[in-house]
């Protein structure tokens, strides 16, 4: 009978062994949805390029990536999730639109790392993983503050990104003189900068001031009235720091209305948001330096060469940030035993990526950027 016992306490403890290694061998299935036909496949194909180099980097069997087609569609985002769900899939990175997470809430026990950097109105089980305008302020006000800058003015476009933009301010709680909401119309545009920069008021000062000496009997008057009239306002400007929250031809046009109104980089500082070192800003001389917070640079130059170096051809930010979505999942799991839970991305936690330092708390992802200029024909690191 104890022989018996023995055989049956032996077999149940190989069955728990063999159980247990099975257990340990079992793939953790990550599911990835994005545009692979339509309008935006260009964006969904070079994703999945680019999470195939992350994976090999990796090199670790134990993780499986099952792409899906959204079709840039909320519906179609929902049917593959389901499918997914199906297959066991507990994580997912995907979609890459704001508007395709919509409906994703009926999947409760599913974790979505979407690609938009968009953080109002998700279900609360989509992670915004882009680099949203929170981490951008938040790197804004760390250079405002280590250079004493006091006056800062945010303008922001009546764009749809408009509120993100809000939000990101009254949560960071920068210090501001003013924030002034601008139109797209030039023309608009033109009278807005020159109401809010006092321009015609300026204008005036210049005009009495020579007036005022053209009266005067005081030394050297023809040499001061004549270097007044090479000015075009005179007078205090009433912020000393400019944050425009636009992008190429917008962006420009902002920066192009300030230097009309006699408000230039040289006199007052010029801040924007992650301009992903577009290169046309360098041949924008009259307006730098121009202050931007940024990924990092060397990193994101690094794997365009390692991406095109792979496949021959031109990759874009998103598989940039896709490449490191897959570095931080596996950290996470790693730091978890690799057991797949919601929990991995609730509690606080730090990942250093190529785009810079991930902090996660909450279901909330935020990134530590660096910070650059735009001057003497080429991108400056600040910190």
Known sequence: MKTLIKILLITAFNLCVICQFALSSDKIKIGLIVPLSGEYSNIGNSIIKSVRLAINTIDNEKIEIIPKDTKSNPINSLRVSKQLHEEGVRIIIGPVFNESTKYLDELSDITFL??????????????????????????????????????????????????????????????????????????????????????????EILNEEIKRLEKSNIVNKEKRIANLKKRDTLGFINFDSVIIADFDESLKSVATS??????????????????????????????????????????????????????????????????????????????????????????????????????????????????YSAEDNKFKKIF
């Open 114 to 203: 979407s690609l938009t950097n968009k953080i109002s109105k998700n279900p609360s089980n989509v992670i915004s993983a882009g680099v949203n305008a929170i981490s951008q302020i938040n790197t804004i006000k760390k250079f405002i503050k280590i250079n004493g800058l006091e006056r800062s003015i945010f303008l922001i476009p009546k764009k749809d990104y408009k509120n993100e933009i809000e939000l990101a301010i009254k949560k960071t709680k920068i210090k501001l003189k003013d924030k002034f909401i601008y139109d797209q119309d030039p023309t608009l545009l033109t009278k807005q900068i020159e109401k809010l920069t006092r321009y015609q008021q300026r204008k």
């Open 258 to 371: 300030l230097l009309y109104t006699d408000v230039s980089s040289k006199r007052i500082t010029y801040i924007t948001l992650n301009q992903w070192f577009d290169e046309s800003l360098l041949k924008e001389t009259s307006l730098q330096p121009i202050y931007f917070p940024s990924v990092n640079k060397e990193n994101y130059e690094e794997f365009i060469n390692e991406y095109n170096k792979n496949y021959n051809s031109i990759t874009n930010q998103l598989s940039f940030l896709s490449y490191d979505l897959i570095g931080l999942i596996y950290f996470l799991l790693y730091d978890n035993k690799f057991k797949v839970s919601k929990n991995i991305f609730y509690k606080k936690n730090k990942f250093k990526g190529k785009i810079g330092i991930f902090e996660i708390d909450k279901n909330i992802i935020t990134h530590q950027l660096n910070f």
